[in-house]
């Protein structure tokens, strides 16, 4: 489910998601992965939060400058506040 209303536009905003995931604060259940991807009928950029089988559960449409930049982040995990 991707809300077309909801792009994340900077790497800040992109940090922020990833911290609300990881803190439960989505209220999503059985989260066991992240990725960016491309949508494939239009090249479009997102962020997919994937279940244990690899299902989508939440994806936001993100810009093309975090897409390739946001890589590390999403690879390594934000950094979280001390």
Known sequence: MINDKDI????DELEAFLLLVDNGGLGLQ???GVAL?????????FI???DDKHQLLLGRWVS????????DMV???PKKAH
Do not use: M
């Not at 494939?40 to 950029?45: A, F, I, L």
């Not at 093309?64 to 890589?71: A, I, L, M, P, T």
């Open 37 to 45: 991807a491309t949508n494939n009928s239009d090249g479009r950029p």
């Open 64 to 71: 093309q400058k975090v897409y390739e930049n946001g890589k």
């Open 30 to 32: 059985n989260v066991a």
């Open 8 to 11: 994340i536009e900077t790497l």
């Open 75 to 77: 690879r390594y995990g």
């Open 48 to 50: 997919a939060i994937l």
